[in-house]
């Protein structure tokens, strides 16, 4: 997992909504520090960190591990995508997929087994 990648990611999601990372930290229960490695790259989180980040950023795991699937602004849906475009989202997870490392794919599974528990 690239964690320079991942710190970018939630850096520029948390400054589109005008956050400090005093304030995102605050949200998470982490520290500003914390935060502030997390964002550089320089420090790895938990599963409930990154979930609690992507609550208080209103966004979801797959935008801040791989960024936005959504690359054609006229699809509209809970997740930037319509049930028509959904083959789209599941061929570039599968590509993703190819080059990840088995634990990398085991923290995947248990990110979506986590936000099916949330959504039920």
Not at 15 to 41: D, F, P, R, W, Y
């Amino acid at each position: 997992m690239d964690l320079k990648l991942l710190g970018l990611n939630i850096k520029n999601s948390r400054k589109n909504i005008k956050l400090t990372q005093a304030q995102l930290a605050e949200m998470t229960n982490l520290s500003v520090v914390h935060i502030s490695h997390i964002e550089g790259g320089s420090a790895k989180m938990s599963i409930e960190a990154l979930i609690n980040i992507c609550n208080a950023l209103n966004t979801t795991p797959n935008d801040i591990l791989w960024g936005q699937f959504n690359t054609n602004p006229g699809i509209s849906g809970k997740y930037g995508f319509s049930e028509d475009n959904e083959y789209n989202i599941n061929l570039q997870l599968d590509s993703k997929a190819v080059d990840m490392s088995q634990s990398d794919k085991k923290l995947l599974l248990e990110i979506a087994g986590l936000l099916a528990k949330r959504n039920r």
